[in-house]
C-alpha cells in the first residue's frame, strides 16, 4: 500500500519562499512519477510540477522558472521548492504518487500567500 504525506505549507508573504516535502511510504518508489498538483478555491485541481522516473520534469506555464520538483530517492521523498511567491499561488498543494497501476493521493497541505 503506497502512501503520501505531505508537509511544509504555511502563510508566507508575496515574494517569499517556502519549500514542500512528500514523503512516500511502500516500495518501488523509484518506479513512481511523482507530482504537486493544487486547488484553489471554487477551482479545479491543477498539476504544479511532475517529475518522472527517469529524472524529467515538467511545470505548469504559471510557476515555470519559480518553483523546482525535485526527489530524493534515500530519503523516499518528493520536494517543491517555490521561490517569488504570488497571492494567485495560494492553494492547498497536493502530493500525487502515479505508475500505470497506481495513483495515490495526499491529504494536502495549505499554502497562502498573503501580505
Known amino acids: 500500500q503506497v502512501q503520501v504525506v505531505e508537509s511544509g505549507g504555511d502563510l508566507v508573504q508575496p515574494g517569499g519562499s517556502l519549500r514542500l516535502s512528500c514523503a512516500f511510504s511502500?516500495?518501488?518508489?523509484?518506479?513512481?512519477?511523482m507530482g504537486w498538483y493544487r486547488q484553489a478555491p471554487g477551482k479545479q485541481r491543477e498539476l504544479v510540477a511532475v517529475?518522472?522516473?527517469?529524472?524529467?520534469?515538467n511545470y505548469s506555464d504559471s510557476v515555470k522558472g519559480r518553483f523546482t520538483i525535485s526527489r530524493d530517492f534515500a530519503k523516499k521523498s518528493v520536494y517543491l521548492q517555490m521561490n517569488s511567491l504570488k497571492p494567485e499561488d495560494t492553494a492547498v498543494y497536493y502530493c500525487?504518487?502515479?505508475?500505470?497501476?497506481?495513483?495515490?493521493w495526499g491529504q494536502g497541505t495549505q499554502v497562502t500567500v498573503s501580505s
Open positions: 500525487n504518487a502515479a505508475t500505470t497501476l497506481y495513483n495515490s
Open positions: 511502500g516500495s518501488a518508489f523509484s518506479f513512481y512519477r
Open positions: 517529475i518522472f522516473p527517469n529524472g524529467n520534469t
